[in-house]
Structure formats: C-alpha cells, structure tokens
C-alpha cells in the first residue's frame, strides 16, 4: 500500500503504542491534509485527556517515536504534528505504483461474496429518469467490488409480476403479438401502459378479462405464461438497448425479478408465522419489528400477507434476503434504492433478524439514491408533467455532445465515437460525483462543460497526456522513469497519485462513488498544474528530466483510466 495517510496512520499508531503502551496502537491518530504541510496529525489533542498530559508534551512525545520517519515531523501550536514527507520516498513509493499493475491498490482478504440489487425499472412501464441513479451507482459499485476481488452478484430486481399483469397480457391480445413486441421493443411501454389502463377503467369487459387473467397468470396456465414471455422478452431487449448505450454491466443473467420469487411467498408467510416471528393482526399477517411505530406511537406493522390474501413488497423482500443469505451465500447485501424506501428496508431488515434469516455476519444496507431535479428544483420531469423518458434523455446527451465537439475537425465515424463517450460520461459523472443520497439537479449545460468537475474535463485531460505521448511518439508503456521530484508541481502530483488505492479502497467500503470523483478530479487538477509549469517535450529539458515526466504522465494517465473506468466513465483516446 503506497496511500501516504494509510502509511502514516501505521506509523504513528506504532508511535502511540511505543511511547504509551500497546492500549493506546489502535487510536486514530487523525491525519489529514494539511496546508502547513502534507499532513496533520491531531491525535494529541485527543489523547492528553485519557492521558491527563498537556497535549503539546503529548505530541513531542510521539514525534520522538518517529525519529526514523522518512521526512520531517514538527510540533505546533497546542499539540498539532505537521508532517511532511521526503522527496525520496515519494519517488521510490511512486515509482513502486508505477511498477505495480494494480497501482496500489489492495484486494480484499478474505474475499466477500457480495450482493448488489440495482436499476429495477418496472417492466409495466418504461425506464425513465428514475432509473437512472440506481442504475449507474448500483453498477460503480458492483466494478468496485470486482476490482477489489470480491465476488459479486448482481441483482436486477426487475417489477415483472403483479396485478397489473392481467391488463397488460389482454392489450397484448388485442392488439396482437407482433405488434406488441414491436411497441415494447420501440421504448413504448409507458404508451403500451396507459392504452391498457385506459381502457380498463372504461371497458367492463376487459376488466373482467384482465382480472381473469391474473388469476390464470397466478396460477401457472401454460399459454398465459407463454404470453408473459413474451410481454418480458420484449421489454427486456428494450432494457438492454438502455444498458449498452449506457455502457452499465447488466446482463439478462443477473434479472431476478419480482416473478422468481413468486413460488417462495407461501413459504415465506409460512415459516414466519410458525416461527412466531409473524402473527395475525386485523386479519393481515405481520411483523412488529421493534423500535417502529406510527405517529399514533403504536407499533408499526411490516405487512407479509394482506388480509385478503394477497402479498406485497414486503413478502417479496423477505423471500429475496432470506434467498441471497442462503442460497447465494453472501456476506454483504447493497440495496441500491431510492431514498424514499429508507423506512420500508429498516422494517425488512429488522424482520429478517428476528426471524434469524439475517445473521450478524451478514451485512444488509441500504444506499440511498436522491432525487433528480429539474433546474426549477422540482422533480426533473417534461414540461408536460410526466416523467422523461430514459432513453429520450440519453439520446440528448449525445446529441448535445456532439453539438460541443462539431467543429474540431474530427471524422463522422471518430465523431461519434467521441460524442457517446462524452455524453454517457457527463451524465453519469455528474450523478456519480455528488453524494448518492443527496438531491442534485440535472443541467446538460453544467455536465458537458469541459471545465469544472465535469467528465468531459477528466476525460480531455487523460486524452492530452494521450497527445504528449504520440507527440514524444513514445509508448506510454515505456515510459517507467526513474521518477525524480526537482518542482513544486511534479512532487504535489505524484503525491497526490499515491493516494489512489485507499481512496478505491475506501469507496468500496462507504458506498461513496463521490470519494473517487473527488479524487479523480483533485488528480487531473494536479495534473493540469503540473503540465503548465512542468514542460515535458519541450526543447532543452534534459533527458532525465524528460524520462522523469513522462513516467509521471504514464502514472496519472493509468490512474486517471482506471479510476473513470471503475466509475463506467467512458475514455475516449482524442477529444
């Protein structure tokens, strides 16, 4: 590990223990960056009360432990340790991550089997803004974990069964199979939707019908099952027509939805019951995990069978933890779902440790996903009131970016290559780059620009380091140094890089992609300093000095690729 607040954490811990006793090596000695030096440590400030010292005397203390530090340890105001790091070691540590094909970062020991439950659209309707967060954060998650060496299960809980079901298979009677699956396959589900809603609440008849055929669905009839499929095979060539463009890790084999579970809720209701887990309450069987109650501060009820029979969400939810513990064996659960559902998936996760289906070995959270907003502040939606259209968005996007880079002289074919690069990237960064569970508004204008902590901005600035090297017509392979720091800007660069596998690491265990975003830009930013004050190709930079930016250039490239990379950033080679 070469992340110099990693290292500096061990160190000064081993300090701790030296200079106080083996009880005090797990106190985290707060190290952050500092502007009067590379780090500040603050630990001393915490630790003289438990040690009824003066935390100065305290601080003094530790910095003699680090005598041998490789850099320079100093003492200032009340008990703050400014540390700043020696130029050799930053070269040697970068030079190691340049020699390192996975650029510092770690893998996971042991390996962690872990569960990720993102996108869901409902196959009833068509994708739509909506989807868009879950989708793109649930799958940076899922590249994280993978790259830490974690297996992962990607869940796509798709709402693929239900009520609604009945109207939709009769619509498609009506209007026959293969203009229905021409519909579906054409983005217009929603449209497909409303026709069938329409007229089942103006039609008796196909009322009747489609409630006849959920029954018929219910219970397995063969040619209504036939239907079905062909109602979902339809939508889901849709779904993934949304997901390559959108360049997300989705395939038909991670679909598990709503339906798969549809055999296991008579179970479900069963065992909980029996295990006295679930009881009867106004004719409706449900759990009363405790802790939750309603505003009239009785306990709140977690529904598993409504009293006519019928299940939810809940059932569903149930069967599917109860599943992904014991079936697919796995240690961590993500639910990459709206933010609104915070109360419902408390309740679910409460209700599966008290029927011991939960254990405290597994992990369970939810991820939180914020709302969209328009520029007016309100939820983003067309001007007619209705949710945009996923696809309809993504197409903008493109077109727009294409818009941007018309007059650069490109070929239509590298064009457009470019402008979907740069269009999926700006729209997934900007979500991405903002804390998930927070609100944020969706402005094409600020997300394509190409300054600012945009995609575009990343991603122009791996395709400049790009151009130095097919200027210097040097592989950036090649490119392996020694790294040696004379500037200001080369040594807050390589320092900077030194601190990608942490952050990765990081990410994966908070759930954060905005930690790497943040890093990313921090990094190209740096890189821009560097580049401006730093010359690299120009003539009479000596050989060394030339030799020594060009391996930094290939280090903040591969950084810069592989962090947009684990985010599904797209990395166009020209821009």
């Not at 009824?52 to 530790?62: G, H, Q």
């Not at 649930?138 to 009945?166: C, M, Y």
């Not at 405790?290 to 006519?308: A, C, E, M, Q, V």
């Not at 727009?400 to 239509?412: C, H, V």
């Amino acid at each position: 590990m070469t992340d110099p607040q990693i290292v500096l954490t061990e160190r000064v811990q081993q300090a701790l223990a030296r200079a106080f006793g083996a009880e005090h090596a797990d106190a985290d000695p707060l190290i952050r960056p500092s502007q009067f030096a590379d780090f500040q440590a603050n630990v001393a400030m915490s630790l003289a009360k438990r040690l009824r010292r003066a935390p100065r005397e305290v601080a003094e203390a530790i910095k003699a432990e680090l005598s041998d530090f490789p850099g320079q340890v100093e003492v200032s105001g009340p008990g703050f340790l400014n540390i700043t790091l020696g130029n050799s070691w930053i070269e040697s540590e970068a030079r190691r991550m340049l020699d390192d094909a996975r650029l510092g970062v770690g893998t996971a020991m042991p390996p962690q089997t872990v569960v990720i439950d993102y996108s869901a659209p409902n196959a009833a309707k068509e994708m739509h803004v909506g989807h868009l967060r879950t989708t793109i954060v649930g799958d940076s998650l899922a590249r994280l974990h993978e790259h830490l060496g974690n297996k992962v299960i990607r869940q796509n809980h798709l709402g693929d069964w239900g009520t609604p079901f009945g109207m939709l298979i009769e619509h498609l009677l009506d209007i026959g199979e293969e203009a229905a699956v021409a519909q579906l396959e054409a983005g217009q589900g929603t449209e497909f939707y409303q026709a069938a809603r329409a007229k089942f609440d103006s039609d008796e008849t196909f009322k009747t019908r489609a409630r006849t055929r959920v029954s018929t669905l219910q219970s397995g009839d063969p040619d209504t099952l036939r239907l079905w499929h062909v109602f979902m095979e339809a939508t889901v060539r849709f779904f993934n027509k949304v997901y390559e463009l959108l360049g997300v890790t989705l395939t038909d084999a991670d679909i598990a939805g709503e339906s798969m579970y549809n055999p296991m809720l008579q179970k479900t209701c069963d065992d909980l019951e029996a295990s006295g887990t679930a009881l009867i309450s106004e004719g409706a069987l449900c759990v009363f995990p405790p802790g939750f109650t309603g505003s009239d501060d009785k306990p709140l009820p977690l529904i598993i069978r409504k009293s006519d029979g019928g299940y939810g969400y809940a059932t569903t939810d149930m069967a599917a933890i109860r599943y992904r513990v014991h079936d697919l064996k796995a240690d961590r659960i993500l639910y990459v779902v709206g933010a609104d559902q915070a109360l419902h998936f408390r309740m679910v996760y409460a209700a599966a440790r008290m029927a011991g289906w939960l254990p405290d070995t597994v992990s369970a959270e939810h991820v939180q996903i914020g709302m969209m907003l328009g520029k007016d502040g309100r939820r983003f939606k067309t001007r007619s009131g209705e949710s945009v259209k996923l696809m309809d968005l993504l197409n903008e996007a493109i077109d727009r970016a294409a818009a941007a880079i018309a007059d650069r002289g490109y070929d239509q074919a590298t064009q457009k290559e470019i402008a979907h690069a740069v269009g999926m990237g700006a729209v997934k960064y900007a979500d991405l780059s903002v804390s998930h569970d927070s609100e944020y508004v969706f402005d094409f204008d600020r997300m394509l620009a190409f300054t600012g902590n945009t995609a575009p901005y990343l991603q122009y600035a791996q395709a400049r380091i790009r151009s130095i090297f097919r200027r210097g017509n040097v592989d950036p392979a090649t490119a392996t140094g020694p790294i040696v720091l004379g500037e200001a800007a080369e040594r807050a660069l390589a320092l900077q890089l030194l601190g990608f596998g942490g952050v990765v690491e990081q990410t994966a265990l908070t759930c954060e992609p905005h930690r790497l975003c943040a890093f990313i830009y921090a990094t190209a930013t740096a890189f821009t300093d560097f580049f401006e004050q730093c010359p690299v190709l120009k003539e009479g930079v000596d050989p060394d000095t030339r030799a020594s930016r060009l391996a930094l250039c290939a280090l903040t490239l591969r950084v810069l690729e592989t962090g947009l990379d684990l985010l599904g950033v797209p990395v166009p080679e020209r821009m």
